[in-house]
Nanobody
Framework: VQLQASGGGLVQAGGSLRLSCAASGGAFRTYSMAWFRQAPGKEREFVAA????????YYSDSAKGRFTISRDNARNTVYLQLSSLKVEDTAVYFC???????????????????WGQGTLVTVSS
């Protein structure tokens, strides 16, 4: 499956953005989808994930209450709504896809075999 992330940009602290990740070339509904991010000089970290049906979602502690992951299986697209953004949210955001994931592995980057190219989110103070 190929993934194309978009929607990043420059936003002031407290603002919002919606990231999109369009998938092609695979049975989208069979994939768990996730967002990770990587800030300059830091390791890639888990942000949010959702299973194929979209009924189960998972968030990092920093994302809970501010970010929302959703998916539209008819459009083969997963979204990440970013709200109440902070300067420390500045990072390249990557979408990822994986199959046959169990709940305990949803937050690990190594669980996902397919990655998009990343979209840069810059939050200014």
């Amino acid at each position: 499956v190929q993934l194309q992330a978009s929607g990043g940009g420059l936003v002031q602290a407290g603002g919002s953005l919606r990231l999109s990740c369009a998938a092609s070339g695979g049975a989208f509904r069979t994939y768990s989808m996730a967002w990770f991010r990587q800030a300059p000089g830091k390791e890639r970290e888990f942000v949010a994930a959702t299973k194929g049906s979209g009924g189960s979602t998972y968030y990092s502690d920093s994302a809970k209450g501010r970010f929302t992951i959703s998916r539209d299986n008819a459009r083969n697209t997963v979204y990440l709504q970013l709200s109440s953004l902070k300067v420390e949210d500045t990072a390249v955001y990557f979408c990822a896809a994986g199959q046959r994931l169990i709940t305990s592995t949803m937050t690990f980057a190594t669980s996902y075999g397919y990655w998009g190219q990343g979209t840069l989110v810059t939050v200014s103070s």
